[in-house]
């Protein structure tokens, strides 16, 4: 399915120079002359070989049809993630890599999303966001504005994020999986 270069998004499978590619990251230049073009991160799904792309907004690129599962986290080790079924209860391991940055928020049970293209899994998608205990909160600067009042905390998984001054160590919080990003306080 052809589509606008615009459009692509993190976690997309494109077909490329005929190789299959899963989208990582994207960014939309806009330089002061000429037109907008798209910076595209991507992996190569046979090899796993990074590589970047540039296209013209109004390029079109091949997007390929994926398979959606959901599959429940199992557990995992320095290189692969196990991942179980929900429905036949058959369990997949994949590289660690796939997953990405976001895997430090991978907890026992954890249903994800699992895109498969020609029955080779290609992507793992965490949900968008997930409760972590603070456990380290720097304490609050004196006289810090209220726009700029985020502070560094440690989360019980070793991430380090920007809380607001209001969080203390123990409090557990709501976390952006994809960028890492505080959202709130977790309702208990």
Do not use: C
Not at 152 to 168: A, C, D, S, T, W
Request: aromatic fraction near 6%; hydrophobic fraction near 40%.
């Amino acid at each position: 399915m052809k589509i606008q270069a615009n459009t692509i998004r993190p976690g997309m499978i494109l077909e490329h120079n005929g190789r299959q590619y899963g989208v990582l990251k994207i960014q939309l230049i806009q330089p002061g002359k000429g037109g907008a073009f798209i910076q595209v991160e991507m992996r190569d799904i046979r090899s796993g070989n990074k590589t970047n792309e540039r296209w013209r907004t109004a390029d079109t690129v091949e997007k390929l049809m994926v398979e959606e599962k959901e599959f429940t986290y199992l557990f995992g080790d320095d290189d692969h993630l196990t991942f179980m079924d929900k429905e036949t209860y058959e369990q997949i391991s994949v590289a660690r890599d796939m997953v990405g940055e976001p895997a430090v928020y991978l907890q026992d049970g954890m249903e994800v999303t699992i895109d498969f293209v020609e029955g080779a899994p290609v992507t793992v998608t965490l949900p968008g966001t997930v409760v972590m205990q603070v456990v380290e909160a720097d304490p609050v600067v004196k006289g810090q504005t209220a726009a700029s009042s985020y502070k560094p905390g440690k989360l019980e998984n070793g991430m380090r994020v920007m809380i607001p001054p209001f969080v203390e160590a123990g409090t557990r919080i709501v976390v952006n999986t994809v960028d890492s990003t505080y959202v709130e306080r977790a309702k208990d």
